[in-house]
């Protein structure tokens, strides 16, 4: 079975910095992709950005960036030039590649931006 | 843009009361799943549907519950008897045959 952690409860940064959210994964796949969601007080489950495994590569979408080390099973959210909109819960998912599967989520990390 | 959308947003039920959540995913996608968020709590896979059956289900998903899709484009989710600890937000999901699911706004469940 897969398992997603996430580290870190609550963080907080200052408005326009620039900050990283960690997310570590356990699982036996060699082909899957990993999804960061944004959670916002509607509590609306949001795609931020995502990453396939066989890539290389690593994902960006426009200020949100991942750090995907998959020899360490780290996938990690960087983003710049925080924003107020950005204060939310964030959680980290993956996903096996075959079929329908599921979605298994961390914990998640609550991100609160200060003006 | 094409969304996933949930109705009621918010139910208010009694305890062993049968209480039926409704979710319309997107027209063209082919997977559908339901997941639920006790308050606090992370995010739990409850069900998965595909080709007019379940293809794979959770330990939360005993006999309680069920999934039906009706008519096509309604995807349903029913708890025959509901539990105090069934109180949480009920999200479900769709796909097409790619890899991203996308949510709907959430059903919060609330059991009295």
């Known amino acids: 079975a897969q398992t997603v952690t996430q580290s870190q409860p609550e963080m907080s940064v200052q408005e326009a910095e620039t900050v990283t959210l960690s997310c570590t994964y356990d699982?036996?796949?060699?082909?899957?992709?990993l999804f960061w969601y944004k959670q916002p007080p509607s509590r609306q489950m949001i795609l931020v950005i995502r990453?396939?495994?066989?890539?290389?590569q690593n994902a960006t979408e426009n200020r949100f960036s991942v750090n995907f080390q998959k020899a360490a099973k780290s996938f990690s959210l960087k983003i710049s030039d925080s924003q107020l909109g950005d204060t939310a819960m964030y959680f980290c998912a993956f996903r096996a590649n075959f079929g329908n599967e599921k979605l298994t989520f961390g914990t998640g990390t609550r991100l609160t931006i200060i003006p | 843009e094409p969304e996933v959308t949930q109705t009621p947003s918010h139910q208010v039920t009694q305890m062993g009361q049968e209480v039926i959540l409704r979710c319309v995913p997107i027209s063209n996608h082919l997977y559908f799943y339901w997941y639920r968020q006790i308050l606090g709590q992370k995010v739990e896979f409850l069900v998965s549907f595909y080709n007019n059956e379940i293809s794979e289900k959770s330990e939360i998903f005993d006999d309680q519950f069920s999934v039906e899709r009706p008519d096509g484009s309604n995807f349903t989710l029913k708890i025959r008897s509901t539990k105090l600890e069934d109180s949480a937000m009920y999200f479900c999901?769709?796909?097409?045959?790619?890899?991203?699911?996308?949510f709907g706004p959430g059903t919060r469940l609330t059991v009295l």
């Open positions: 699982t036996s796949e060699n082909n899957y992709y």
């Open positions: 990453q396939e495994a066989y890539k290389q």
């Open positions: 999901a769709s796909k097409v045959s790619t890899d991203t699911q996308y």
